[in-house]
């Protein structure tokens, strides 16, 4: 919800400032790996994925999990750090997907705005 205007302090411009440069850092981080690694590729060849071993494909599995969250904490990251400098509202970024045991778990802490939606409706 909206909150009553509050004036730019040099800490609120310092934490905006801060997680815009840390969100941004990221980005690039995702960009130069999807750069090098080809995961999504290998839905296009599934005679590769077919030769690989176990221990690759829990690899390739987690490495294609942590890529999707990486995604979710850009946006969720860029988009609540300017919506937290507008005085709104908005879900946290997603907790670290290798830290999540249960599933049930998962939408909770990973995804808290639709998980609120879909208790909501």
Same mark, same amino acid.
């Given at each position: 919800m909206l909150k009553p205007f509050q004036r730019w302090t040099l800490t609120r411009v310092c934490? @905006? /400032?801060l997680n815009v440069v840390r969100f941004s850092a990221w980005l690039i981080f995702? *960009? /130069?790996a /999807?750069?090098?690694v080809y995961s999504n590729s290998l839905s296009q060849h599934?005679?590769?994925?077919a030769e690989m071993g176990s221990w690759s494909l829990y690899g390739l599995?987690?490495? #294609?999990g942590q890529f999707f969250m990486l995604k979710y904490v850009v946006m969720y990251? /860029?988009?609540?750090?300017i919506a937290q400098? *507008?005085?709104?509202d908005a879900p946290r970024h997603p907790k670290c997907i290798a830290r999540i045991s249960l599933y049930s778990d #998962?939408?909770?802490? @990973?995804? *808290?705005g639709l998980y609120r939606f879909l208790l909501r409706y």
């Open positions: 934490s @905006f /400032l995702t *960009e /130069l /999807l750069h090098f599934p005679k590769v994925v599995g987690y490495c #294609m990251g /860029l988009m609540g750090t400098a *507008e005085n709104i #998962m939408w909770r802490y @990973f995804d *808290e």
